[in-house]
């Protein structure tokens, strides 16, 4: 296998991180497998793939401190944004569906009572309102 295949595989699951379709468990899974992906390949290639590798763990490592993680607001949260932050329909859907996230958002955090879940649930905004801006400002046919 060369790097590029690892990295199609690394790069699928980092989106689904992103999407929020991937749990923490599961990611615990998909980082041992992409491992045993990284060790078949060359030394150079090795490297490049460690350096990937760490950043997945960073991302479970956070994860894993989030003191909420089993909250229902918080899962409700990720829930909500993963479905707003879909790649599927037209640059016009996917700006629809990232606002109505962000409400949604809003939302939960407002009924919440932990400061600093709300916080953290509000956080999960900033990503959908840079899709946002990235999708109106981007040329036709590069959307």
Known sequence: MAY???RTEYDAVL???LSARLDMDGLAVELDRL???AAALSPDEQ???ATDLQ???EILTMARQTPYSD???YNEANRVFGLANSDDGTPAERIARAE???QQLRAIADRGADQQENYAIMRLTEPLAMLIDALRTAPPGVR
């Open 55 to 57: 950043s997945l763990d």
């Open 4 to 6: 590029d295949e690892f």
């Open 71 to 73: 909250s229902p607001a």
């Open 35 to 37: 491992r045993g992906i």
């Open 15 to 17: 989106e689904a991180c």
């Open 47 to 49: 490297t490049q793939a």
């Open 100 to 102: 109505e996230g962000i």
